[in-house]
T-cell receptor, first 110, second 113 residues
Framework: EDQVTQSPEALRLQEGESSSLNCSYT??????LFWYRQDPGKGPEFLFT???AGEEKEKERLKATLTKKESFLHITAPKPEDSATYLC???????????FGKGTTLSVSS | DAGVTQSPTHLIKTRGQQVTLRCSPK?????VSWYQQALGQGPQFIFQ???????QRGNFPDRFSGHQFPNYSSELNVNALLLGDSALYLC????????????FGPGTRLLVL
């Protein structure tokens, strides 16, 4: 069964303290790996799409990377406004549905 | 450029009732997917519509049904509501070209009492 697992479930950082979020996946024929940010009570906001192992994407303080078994979301020098839940999702060869992990809730304090 | 819009934002129903949720896709998008997100969980795929047809369906009972209109907007209908149907219902739109990025709306919060 296709599965996406995110760790840790929750992460508390001080402002400026860099860290990484992990997304491991077991998906038949990965067709894409997606990262979203979700604020409480709102819909997920698109961040990155990665299609092949070795690919990297960057946006401001965020950098996403992809290997054959997992993806990482690196957060460099985070600010309080980076506090949110970060969701990872995979698309498999069966179709176009996204399979989501449960998310990592990040809290950044000043 | 208008993003994905959903209505209503919040809804309260009682067990056994029926509900209809609405979604307008991002401008230029032709494919609409629906997801259910329970509290503290990631979104779960319900189904996807393209060219007014249900193209793919997740593991949800027949009580969940949908429709897509010629202007690409979509409705999600849930019959015989259960307490467990309480969740945030998310609509996402994309272009039909393989696994294109899906853009989400703000969601409809449904509470079943």
């Amino acid at each position: 069964e296709d599965q996406v697992t995110q760790s840790p479930e929750a992460l508390r950082l001080q402002e400026g303290e860099s860290s990484s979020l992990n997304c491991s996946y077991t998906v038949s024929g990965l067709r894409g790996l997606f990262w979203y940010r979700q604020d409480p009570g709102k819909g997920p906001e698109f961040l990155f799409t990665l299609y092949s192992a070795g690919e990297e994407k960057e946006k401001e303080r965020l950098k996403a990377t992809l290997t054959k078994k997992e993806s990482f979301l690196h957060i460099t020098a985070p600010k309080p406004e980076d506090s949110a839940t970060y969701l990872c999702a995979a698309g498999n060869q069966a179709g176009t549905a996204l399979i989501f992990g449960k998310g990592t809730t990040l809290s950044v304090s000043s | 450029d208008a993003g994905v819009t959903q209505s209503p934002t919040h809804l309260i129903k009682t067990r056994g009732q029926q509900v209809t949720l609405r979604c307008s896709p991002k401008s230029g998008h032709d494919t609409v997917s629906w997801y259910q997100q329970a509290l503290g969980q990631g979104p779960q795929f319900i189904f996807q519509y393209y060219e007014e047809e249900e193209r793919q369906r997740g593991n949800f009972p027949d009580r969940f049904s949908g429709h897509q209109f010629p202007n690409y907007s979509s409705e999600l209908n849930v019959n015989a509501l259960l307490l467990g149907d309480s969740a945030l219902y998310l609509c996402a739109s994309s272009l039909e070209r393989g696994l294109e990025t899906q853009y989400f709306g703000p969601g409809t919060r449904l509470l079943v009492l």
